[in-house]
């Protein structure tokens, strides 16, 4: 365990699931701390005022229509995504990487902002979805697909861990290409409510976790999740052997992470 993990150990942040919003949580942790960084930030997916997507038999989808995901504007989502970013990296240590998964609505401004903070993007893995929700407007091709951008913290440190005999398990071929198929969260993965509601709108399947800390980190290392859901990357990495330290800033979500995590 490095010094600032150890720090981070004292100040009560090791394995641990912080309630609040991830900017100011992270400003309190201490520099170069954490191995490995998943962050799967708002995707800003809102739809205009009043405006809804109905399926062909009239019903409307339950899309993402949380708080946590609404911003003013794209300069405003960029101010976002710059701060949380500039902080992260700022805990990193330099051998760090950090996977930022997102759509095509989001994916591509994060990847800007990754690389004008001096990240070094190492690869883009697409997540191809075996059970992609339809496009019921039938009017653009069906989103199969999520982008996932792998980067090192420091450009110049080759020591950033990867696990290439496990990666060629994956992906296309023999190669280890970066395209994974997985399935969308379903079935009892899927976490509900009190009402048997999906709890969490984007809910990451665990096998998407799996590949990304087994691949990139190694048993006692740190992995953070800036943006907890409903745990997923620290119920992963708590199974996987690996320390966690995960923030959410959503009280709805905690109990169920708490449950989920006690589980373990």
């Given at each position: ?16 699931l912080?309630?609040?919003?991830a900017?100011?949580?992270l400003k309190?942790?201490?520099?170069q ?10 995707y ?9 997507l109905i399926r062909?038999?009239r019903?409307?989808v ?8 609404r ?14 970013l500039t902080?992260?990296?700022r805990?990193m240590r330099?051998h ?15 990847g800007?902002?990754?690389q ?29 697909t999520?982008?996932?951008?792998w ?21 296309i ?5 970066n395209?994974?198929e997985?399935p ?6 899927r ?9 969490h ?9 799996e590949?990304v ?10 992995v953070?999740?800036?943006?907890a859901?409903?745990?997923?990357t ?18 709805r979500?905690?109990p169920?992470?708490?449950?989920r995590?006690?589980?373990?």
């Amino acid at each position: 365990m490095s010094e600032s993990t150890k720090k981070l150990a004292e100040l009560g942040f090791l394995d641990k699931l912080v309630l609040g919003d991830a900017i100011d949580v992270l400003k309190g942790l201490p520099d170069q701390c954490v191995d490995l960084v998943f962050a799967d930030p708002p995707y800003n997916l809102q739809l205009k005022e009043g405006k809804k997507l109905i399926r062909w038999n009239r019903t409307v989808v339950d899309g993402v229509k949380e708080d946590w995901d609404r911003f003013a504007s794209f300069e405003d989502y960029d101010r976002f995504t710059v701060a949380w970013l500039t902080e992260v990296r700022r805990v990193m240590r330099p051998h760090a990487t950090i996977w930022a998964i997102g759509t095509y609505h989001n994916i591509y401004r994060i990847g800007k902002a990754m690389q004008d903070l001096g990240f070094w993007i190492l690869n883009d893995v697409i997540w191809l979805k075996t059970n992609p929700v339809p496009n019921f407007l039938k009017v653009r091709f069906t989103n199969a697909t999520e982008t996932l951008i792998w980067a090192v913290r420091d450009r110049n440190d080759k020591r950033y861990y990867f696990d290439k005999a496990l990666a060629k398990k994956f992906g296309i071929g023999k190669v280890g290409a970066n395209v994974w198929e997985i399935p969308l969260c379903i079935g009892k993965q899927r976490l509900k409510d009190g009402d048997g509601v999906k709890l969490h709108s984007t809910q990451k399947p665990e096998r998407l976790l799996e590949r990304v800390i087994q691949i990139s980190s190694k048993p006692g290392d740190l992995v953070l999740d800036p943006f907890a859901g409903t745990g997923t990357t620290a119920f992963v990495a708590k199974r996987l052997g690996r320390n966690f330290l995960t923030i959410e800033k959503n009280p709805r979500y905690i109990p169920y992470i708490e449950k989920r995590l006690g589980s373990l």
